[in-house]
C-alpha cells in the first residue's frame, strides 16, 4: 500500500482534493455554512500487483467542540491500521472492527480543553471482487454498477433510519424531528463503537462512491444518487474530476453541511 495521503493545513481544508490512484480521488469542501471544515478524508492504494483501496471518511459531530480535530484523529488512525492489516492477511470483517476501535481512542485521546469531541466513521477496503465497508453514524457508501444499479452499502445509525425500519416511508422519516440525530458515533460518551459491516462482491465492473451527509442530504435514495452520479461522470469519468462535479453539485444545492466525496473505479478480475 502506498502511504495514505497526509491532511491538508487547517487553512487549506476549505476544499482540497486527493489523488493516491488513478483511479482513486476523493475531495472534501467547507461548504457554504460552516466556518469549519469538520469532515476529514484519508485514502490509501495499492497500484501492483491489482488495485486495492483503503477510504475513510469522517465527520465530526458539530455540537461537540474540536469536531475538526476529532474526525482528522479518526479517519488517520483507521486508514494506517486498515492499511498495515491489509500487508498481514487479516480477515475484512476483524480489521474494520479493530480500526473503529483503534479510531474511538484517538478521538477521546486529542481532547478539546480536556473533552473528548465526537465524530461518525466510514471505512471501506476495495479489492479485486470484494468491497468491505464499516460504518458508524451516517456517512454512506454506495455501490454504483456499470449496469446502472446503484446500491446502499451502508445503514445510517440516524432517527430517521430507526423511523424508517419501524415502517416509515423515507420521506416522511426524513422529514420529521430529529430525523438527522445521530444514534451511533466515535468519541464523547459513545457507549458501542462497533460499525456495522457489509460486504459486496459485484459481478461487474463499476464505480464505489463514499461520501458524508452533505452531499448524500440532498439525494438520500439510491435512486436519486445514480442519477447525480451519472451526471457527474458523464462529461469525464475521471475520479478526480467526478469528485469535484459532485462536490459542485451539493454546493449548487445550498451547501448547507460540509461535503466529502471519495470515488474509486473498481472492475472486476
Not at 36 to 50: G, H, K, S, V
Not at 206 to 217: I, Q, R, S, Y
Request: proline share 4%; with cysteine; hydrophobic share 40%.
Amino acid at each position: 500500500m502506498t502511504s495514505p495521503d497526509g491532511q491538508p493545513s487547517r487553512s487549506d481544508r476549505a476544499h482540497y482534493v486527493r489523488t493516491p490512484a488513478p483511479w482513486l480521488a476523493g475531495c472534501s469542501d467547507i461548504g457554504l455554512k460552516h466556518r469549519t471544515n469538520q469532515d476529514a478524508m484519508c485514502l490509501a492504494a495499492r497500484r501492483e500487483p491489482e488495485r486495492v483501496a483503503v477510504i475513510v471518511l469522517a465527520d465530526g459531530v458539530s455540537t461537540a467542540l474540536g469536531a475538526e480535530v476529532a474526525s482528522v484523529a479518526a479517519s488517520e488512525a483507521a486508514c494506517s491500521h486498515l492499511t498495515s492489516r491489509l500487508n498481514d492477511g487479516t480477515a475484512l470483517n476483524i480489521a474494520l472492527v479493530q480500526a473503529f476501535s483503534i479510531a474511538n481512542d484517538a478521538v477521546l485521546e486529542v481532547a478539546h480543553g480536556g473533552e473528548p469531541s465526537a465524530c461518525t466513521l466510514v471505512a471501506v477496503v476495495m479489492e479485486p471482487g470484494q468491497i468491505a465497508v464499516g460504518s458508524v453514524g451516517d456517512s454512506r457508501a454506495y455501490w454504483i454498477g456499470d449496469d446502472k444499479s446503484c446500491q446502499l452499502l451502508t445503514t445510517d445509525d440516524s432517527m430517521a433510519q430507526a423511523r424508517i425500519m419501524l415502517g416509515m416511508s423515507r420521506i416522511d422519516a426524513e422529514q420529521s424531528s430529529q430525523a438527522h440525530s445521530i444514534t451511533k458515533w466515535l468519541g464523547r460518551d459513545a457507549t458501542d463503537v462497533t460499525p456495522s459491516v457489509t460486504t459486496l462482491q459485484p459481478t461487474g465492473n463499476g464505480w464505489l462512491l463514499v461520501c458524508t451527509d452533505g452531499l448524500w442530504n440532498y439525494a438520500s435514495s439510491p435512486e436519486e444518487m445514480f442519477h447525480i452520479f451519472a451526471g457527474a461522470s458523464e462529461a469525464d469519468r475521471d475520479p478526480a474530476a467526478i469528485a469535484e462535479a459532485l462536490t459542485q453539485w451539493a454546493l449548487g444545492q445550498g451547501g448547507r453541511d460540509n461535503i466529502t466525496v471519495a470515488v474509486a473505479r473498481h472492475e472486476t478480475p
